[in-house]
C-alpha cells in the first residue's frame, strides 16, 4: 500500500512540538508506532530531514545485500528501507525477513520503545545545519506536501524558530546525543561521508557485525556515489517525480557548503550567534565546507 498517495501537508503540535506531518498521520498513529513489535535485529536510520537520508538508505541495502545474499530484492530503497512514519503501521513494512530496515525522523521520545529496551542498532546522521536549512529549502518547493517557503529569509527564520518538518534541528540532534548510553547508536556524519565514503562504510560496517569482502565494500562504496545514485531508480527517488510528489529532483547537488550561496553575511552571522547560544558545548565539529 502507498499511503503517501492520500497524504497532504498540515501543521499540528504533538508533545509541545510543532511537526509539520502528512494528513492522515494522527497523534494516535504516533502513539501506536511506539507500541510495534521490534526485533532484535532491525536496524533503524534515523535522520533529522535533509541530513543524507537517501543515501543512507543505499549504504544500508548494499550492506544487507552484500551480507545477505538471500534478501536481495529488486526494488527501491524506499520500499526496503520504509519510512516509518510516513507509512504508519504498514503490515508489508513490518512483515519483511529480518533483519528489516527502518528509517525515521521522529524524535528520541517519540520512537517504538523497543528500539532502547531491545538495544538494536541505530545509526543517526548529522549534517552541518546550515546546509540542512538550505536542502530543506529547495526541499519545501519541490514535495508536494509542504508549502513552498515565502521567501529565503522567511524560511531562515522558521528553521532557526524550528517551526520547520519535522521541528527543530537543534533538539532532534541534542536529544539522540543525550540519550546516547540509552541506545545502541552510531553517530555518523554527512561530511565524513563525502570526505572518505569507504572510511565510513567501514565504521557502519564494524558497528552493524557486518563482514564485508574489500571487493564488496568497494562495490557498496561505487553504488552509493552522489553520480551512481542520481542514475539509480532505485535509490532516486525519480518515481515520485513522475508521481508528481516532487516537483524536482531530491538529489540536488549533494555538497558540502552550499549555504555558502544562499546566506547574507548578516544571516551567517545571526546563525553563527543563535548555533553558539544552542551548541556551545556540543562535543562534535561539524565540518561547515568541503574545504575544511
Ligand atoms: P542537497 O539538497 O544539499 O543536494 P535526505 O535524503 O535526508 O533528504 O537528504 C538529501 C540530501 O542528501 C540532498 O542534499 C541530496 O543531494 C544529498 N544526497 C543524496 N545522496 C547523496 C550522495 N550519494 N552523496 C552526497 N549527497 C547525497
Wanted: hydrophobic fraction near 40%; include cysteine; charged fraction near 25%.
Amino acid at each position: 500500500m502507498e499511503s503517501l498517495d492520500l497524504l497532504s501537508p498540515f501543521l499540528f503540535s504533538y508533545k509541545k512540538r510543532n511537526f509539520v506531518v502528512q494528513e492522515g498521520l494522527l497523534p494516535q498513529d504516533l502513539d501506536a508506532l511506539q507500541h510495534i513489535e521490534i526485533h532484535p535485529s532491525d536496524i533503524f536510520l534515523v535522520t533529522y530531514p535533509k541530513s543524507g537520508t537517501a543515501w543512507m538508505q543505499q549504504v544500508l541495502v548494499q550492506i544487507l545485500d552484500a551480507a545477505h545474499p538471500e534478501l536481495v530484492e529488486d526494488t527501491s530503497n524506499r520500499v526496503r528501507v520504509p519510512w516509518l512514519e510516513g507509512r504508519v503501521l504498514d503490515k508489508a513494512d513490518r512483515q519483511r525477513p529480518d533483519p528489516r530496515l527502518f528509517h525515521t525522523h521522529l524524535s528520541v521520545d517519540m520512537l517504538p520503545h523497543g528500539v532502547q529496551a531491545k538495544r538494536v542498532k541505530v545509526v543517526y546522521i548529522t549534517r552541518n545545519p546550515k546546509d540542512v536549512l538550505v536542502s530543506l529549502y529547495n526541499f519545501a518547493f519541490s514535495w508536494t506536501m509542504l508549502e513552498p517557503p515565502k521567501s529565503f529569509p522567511d524560511f531562515f527564520e522558521q528553521f532557526l524558530d524550528g517551526k520547520v518538518f519535522m521541528g527543530s534541528w537543534f533538539d532532534h540532534v541534542r536529544e539522540y546525543y543525550t540519550a546516547r548510553d540509552q541506545m545502541d547508536i552510531l553517530f555518523m556524519s554527512y561530511e565524513e561521508m563525502l570526505k572518505d565514503l569507504r572510511a565510513e562504510v567501514v565504521k557502519l560496517c564494524a558497528f552493524l557485525g557486518k563482514n564485508l569482502t574489500e571487493e564488496a565494500i568497494d562495490q557498496v562504496v561505487e553504488m552509493s556515489t552522489f553520480h551512481n545514485m542520481k542514475k539509480n531508480p532505485k535509490a532516486n527517488f525519480k518515481d515520485l517525480l513522475e508521481k508528481q510528489r516532487y516537483r524536482s529532483e531530491t538529489m540536488r547537488k549533494g555538497m558540502a557548503g552550499d549555504w555558502k550561496n544562499f546566506f547574507t553575511v548578516a544571516q551567517n552571522e545571526r546563525f553563527d550567534q543563535v548555533f553558539e547560544e544552542k551548541m556551545s558545548d556540543w562535543p562534535m565539529a561539524f565540518i561547515w565546507d568541503s574545504k575544511q
